[in-house]
């Protein structure tokens, strides 16, 4: 999947992760498309550190994960993540501990918008980033699976759990127990995924997306953001309590003051009708 760069400026670099810039919005790449993006201990640790670095970045304001090479990721590296590490206790904790913090830890409550972009094939522990992510986007023919049934094993790394988030009881039952392969336009059908469309379209689909996310006020949306994930499993009480404390909260982090901008534009100017135009920051 191509990526045209809006910047000349040096970016990190990683041994099994590329990051690319378009504009507000970075592509943190899994980079190891000689083994479908397969998950590594390495590509574990280079996602850690390429989430870090991307959270702290100041020209960030969206971030899209994806794979190199036509796919998106194919799980776990049999080899390298468990076979490599049988020997070296210490590695594989390493590596676990690794592979469960940026898959979820670090991914579902990442402070800007974060996008999963799929192609190509998505297995196994790949599904894990796609959920954790606040949005995804799926080619029409990206090619999901749980395939560990097949290997007398269950889905591990909290994929099992993972999928309960996001797919209705029927639908994870059945992917997770017959091993049955999904496409991307069936993944929207299921909303496993936002939409899907043609693989010619997926840059520009994401990019739409992603454009939109950048005109946001930022406090706005890492608040909103957490206020969705949170009051899931709240009572009504709970979560008015909860939102309104993050709603005076957010009054004093926004440094933008996006809230009496809006104000100030919808009641005063007349110039923003809410739901009918995008705010002008």
């Known amino acids: 999947m191509p990526h045209d760069?809006?910047?000349?400026?040096?970016?990190?670099?990683?041994?099994?992760?590329?990051?690319?810039?378009?504009?507000?919005?970075?592509?943190?790449?899994?980079?190891?498309?000689?083994?479908?993006?397969?998950?590594?201990?390495?590509?574990?640790?280079?996602?850690?550190?390429?989430?870090?670095?991307?959270?702290?970045?100041?020209?960030?304001?969206?971030?899209?994960?994806?794979?190199?090479?036509?796919?998106?990721c194919a799980g776990q590296d049999l080899k390298l993540y468990f076979r490599g590490t049988e020997s070296d206790p210490k590695a594989r904790v390493r590596a676990r501990r690794a592979a469960h913090t940026w898959r979820w830890d670090r991914l579902s409550s990442f402070p800007k918008a974060?996008?999963?972009?799929?192609?190509?094939?998505?297995?196994?522990?790949?599904?894990?980033?796609?959920?954790?992510?606040?949005?995804?986007v799926a080619a029409d023919d990206a090619t999901f699976g749980l395939s560990e049934v097949n290997w007398g094993i269950i889905p591990g790394g909290l994929v099992a759990w993972a999928v309960t988030e996001i797919m209705n009881y029927r639908d994870a039952i059945y992917y997770s127990v017959t091993g049955d392969r999904f496409s991307g336009k069936e993944a929207a059908a299921m909303k496993f995924v936002n939409k899907s469309v043609p693989v010619e379209n997926l840059r520009a689909e994401v990019m739409e997306l992603a454009r939109k996310l950048e005109a946001k006020s930022p406090a706005a949306v890492k608040y909103t953001k957490e206020c969705v994930r949170m009051v899931r499993r709240m009572t009504k009480d709970q979560a008015m309590d909860y939102l309104n404390a993050?709603?005076?909260?957010?009054?004093?982090?926004?440094?933008?003051?996006?809230?009496?901008?809006?104000?100030?534009?919808?009641?005063?100017?007349?110039?923003f009708k809410p739901g009918l135009g995008e705010f002008k920051r």
């Open 114 to 136: 974060t996008i999963a972009m799929v192609h190509g094939y998505c297995f196994g522990g790949g599904f894990t980033p796609v959920i954790a992510c606040d949005f995804a």
């Open 246 to 271: 993050k709603s005076d909260a957010l009054k004093h982090v926004d440094p933008e003051g996006g809230r009496q901008k809006a104000m100030k534009m919808f009641l005063d100017d007349k110039v």
């Open 5 to 72: 760069l809006m910047s000349s400026e040096s970016l990190p670099s990683f041994e099994n992760v590329a990051i690319e810039r378009d504009g507000g919005t970075t592509f943190v790449i899994l980079n190891r498309p000689d083994k479908r993006n397969a998950m590594s201990p390495q590509l574990h640790m280079d996602m850690c550190d390429a989430l870090d670095w991307a959270e702290m970045d100041d020209q960030t304001k969206v971030v899209v994960i994806t794979g190199a090479g036509g796919n998106f």
